[in-house]
């Protein structure tokens, strides 16, 4: 096993930043051209050629890396039983509604974990070129190729805040009286999106029912900056764990958790 | 009173244009510094120093095309009682509160009706660099230079519809079950931004209680493409006349009216 030191994860990142510039191209090339698209549970939950290409692509690149890394991937049949040593988590197209019917507001996302707690995060806008990556590994966020600095501590009633439809629509946890509290919800339909949004101080939170390779990448950078995320039934983030998760500000995820519990 | 033509309008646009590409870097200027944010009505509701700059610098553009045209125009006093003639109807930056907060996901709209009825609409993704503009006096529809096709009339069922928050949580005229059929909904803030994806197809339809400026432009393109716009009480749109404004395919627009009724 190599020594995963900053500096190891400082040339890991480069390395990373690099494949995802490439890997940019490759999801233009494939996207240009009329999609094969699947169905997963429901009519809502997309997959496509894309998705599966993409997902085999970036595997191929980071078992070079790390080759003896565990994987979490979206498109995967995942058995993982615990989260013991490194594992990547990727998610290949995040947000595949919004890249098959709008070819925008979707994200790859990757995320490097060692023993259950976050190294590095990536979280790649293809349509507006933003990339945030960083992580408690080397502990700073970067906007591209710049040092960024954490949000403002904003409380619920100063921003906007991103939720998924469903939850707003069945106003799940009371997430309708949060909403009130703000000034006015997003539904973007894509986490990474919108966790780039409130890591960027653009909303004060973001909740959804997410899958780990929703997460993980969010989760490392939010760590940086001291935003909080945790599900919202009070319990720590678990890698491995699906649920419903809230990224908030420290001042607006108190006022959240009063509200939804 | 000039010969309103063909012609004459698509030296018009021209200019326009002109004038807009301009005026994305006159707002690029104002955004970057500190903005003086007013609200208007609520909390929810606000004005910056950029939309009455921007708004004045529109009119000044505006009023030398065409010195005899009404203005409408969403910072101003306005007290039209009627639609005859000549009238430009502005919104200098709609969806200010994604401008103040998320600096994305903001448009400047532009239209020209004469006697109420459409000539030319401008949507302009300042952030994105997108322009709709056209209408039924051209007989086209350009995103930037290049002459667009109509979207295909899709199914209620095969798409997103992009709708405003307060609507989707409050169930306002049933959209909550509009929701259900769709492939889910998206909240954007910006009435220009959504009008943008309807056109472009990425979305069946949007809706949203509009004031005139906030409908003019996508309404005069819509009408290019087939597209149906209307209050959902069923009444025609009146330039004038704010209300709960539905744009849509035809397919989508009859199935929602189905519902709402």
Same mark, same amino acid.
């Given at each position: 096993?190599?020594?995963?030191?900053?500096?190891?994860?400082?040339?890991?990142?480069?390395?990373?930043?690099?494949?995802?510039?490439?890997?940019?191209?490759?999801?233009?090339?494939?996207?240009?051209?009329?999609?094969?698209?699947?169905?997963?549970?429901?009519?809502?939950?997309?997959?496509?050629?894309?998705?599966?290409?993409?997902?085999?692509?970036?595997?191929?690149?980071?078992?070079?890396?790390?080759?003896?890394?565990?994987?979490?991937? +979206?498109?995967?049949?995942?058995? #993982?039983?615990?989260?013991? &040593?490194?594992?990547?988590?990727?998610? =290949?197209? !995040?947000?595949?509604?919004?890249?098959?019917?709008?070819?925008?507001?979707?994200?790859?996302?990757?995320?490097?974990?060692?023993?259950?707690?976050?190294?590095?995060?990536?979280?790649?806008?293809?349509?507006?070129?933003?990339?945030?990556?960083?992580?408690?590994?080397?502990?700073?966020?970067?906007?591209n190729q710049d040092v960024i600095n954490p949000p403002a501590n904003l409380a619920l009633e100063e921003s906007l805040?991103?939720?998924?439809?469903?939850?707003?629509?069945?106003?799940?946890?009371?997430?309708?009286?949060?909403?009130?509290?703000?000034?006015?919800?997003?539904?973007?339909?894509?986490?990474?999106? +919108?966790?780039?949004?409130?890591? #960027?101080?653009?909303?004060? &939170?973001?909740?959804?029912?997410?899958? =780990?390779? !929703?997460?993980?990448?969010?989760?490392?950078?939010?760590?940086?900056?001291?935003?909080?995320?945790?599900?919202?039934?009070?319990?720590?983030?678990?890698?491995?764990?699906?649920?419903?998760?809230?990224?908030?500000?420290?001042?607006?995820?108190?006022?959240?958790?009063?509200i939804v519990k």
């Open positions: 096993m190599k020594n995963i030191d900053k500096d190891f994860l400082l040339q890991l990142d480069a390395k990373i930043v690099e494949f995802l510039v490439k890997d940019r191209q490759f999801i233009f090339e494939k996207m240009g051209k009329h999609l094969e698209v699947d169905e997963k549970q429901n009519r809502r939950d997309l997959v496509t050629e894309v998705d599966r290409g993409n997902q085999a692509h970036i595997i191929e690149a980071l078992s070079q890396l790390l080759p003896d890394a565990k994987i979490l991937a +979206e498109e995967s049949e995942n058995d #993982l039983t615990d989260a013991k &040593g490194l594992m990547w988590v990727i998610d =290949p197209i !995040d947000g595949t509604m919004n890249f098959v019917k709008q070819r925008e507001d979707f994200a790859v996302m990757i995320a490097l974990y060692e023993d259950g707690k976050p190294l590095l995060g990536y979280i790649y806008d293809v349509m507006r070129d933003v990339l945030l990556h960083g992580g408690p590994g080397i502990g700073v966020v970067y906007k805040i991103g939720l998924s439809g469903p939850m707003l629509v069945n106003n799940a946890y009371h997430f309708q009286d949060v909403e009130k509290r703000t000034l006015g919800a997003r539904v973007i339909g894509s986490a990474g999106i +919108e966790f780039i949004r409130v890591l #960027l101080g653009k909303q004060i &939170g973001y909740v959804s029912s997410l899958k =780990p390779w !929703d997460f993980a990448a969010g989760n490392a950078l939010a760590a940086v900056f001291g935003l909080k995320v945790g599900y919202v039934d009070g319990e720590a983030i678990n890698v491995l764990k699906s649920g419903v998760v809230l990224v908030a500000t420290k001042k607006a995820y108190s006022a959240i958790m009063s």
